[in-house]
């Protein structure tokens, strides 16, 4: 696996630190028991975790062409937003429920059809949020090959959106994280195994 950086790693005890990224016994939407639990919402009460973040993004972003990055709402608008400064990318982003006043836009910000669009999202476990917004950019003209995300999970998004001819790129995946946080020993062993253990039955 490929060795994190020090930026990487930076962030990676940052996120632990601020409880985005929580060990134990939690239950899912779906009922299920799991080992582990992500939460990137909470960034938004750190402001310099926030600035480190969309600082991370950009490395991904210096080998793509593109003209506008999405933030797919809710949870990672702030993000974008942070990624928008850090790099001086123009920002736009879906909405989840179509204004009914006004001018009853789908997208907000300003944009141009046949545009090359970033989608970014903070976290990416079956890609079926990412498909959702990138329906709605192709559908107002735009073009999107593209996809960011902070966290990859590992359980099946990229290769989804593989499937259906976009490339997704993440700042860190689960299993570097896992790996990293076992070797300096920030998280008990037991608990990179049982976390191991779960996202493999998982897949």
Not at 36 to 54: F, N, V
């Amino acid at each position: 696996m490929t060795e994190l950086t020090p930026s990487q790693k930076s962030l990676a005890d940052e996120l632990l630190s601020a409880g985005c990224i929580k060990f134990g016994e939690f239950t899912l939407k779906s009922g299920l028991k799991s080992p582990i639990y992500i939460d990137l919402r909470r960034i938004i009460s750190y402001p310099k975790l926030l600035e480190q973040i969309g600082t991370a993004y950009l490395p991904l972003l210096k080998d793509l062409k593109f003209d506008r990055i999405a933030g797919l709402p809710y949870a990672a608008i702030p993000i974008t937003t942070a990624i928008s400064l850090a790099g001086n990318y123009p920002m736009i982003y879906p909405r989840k429920e179509v204004k009914t006043y006004g001018t009853k836009a789908e997208i907000e910000g300003d944009y141009h059809a046949g545009e090359t669009i970033v989608v970014i999202d903070d976290l990416a476990t079956t890609g079926g949020s990412k498909f959702e917004a990138i329906e709605k950019l192709t559908g107002a003209g735009l073009v999107v090959k593209d996809v960011v995300v902070l966290v990859d999970r590992q359980s099946g998004a990229k290769e989804s959106l593989a499937q259906a001819g976009y490339s997704m790129h993440a700042v860190l995946t689960i299993s570097q994280l896992l790996e990293y946080w076992e070797e300096n020993g920030k998280v008990e062993k037991d608990k990179i195994e049982e976390t191991r253990k779960f996202l493999a039955e998982g897949k």
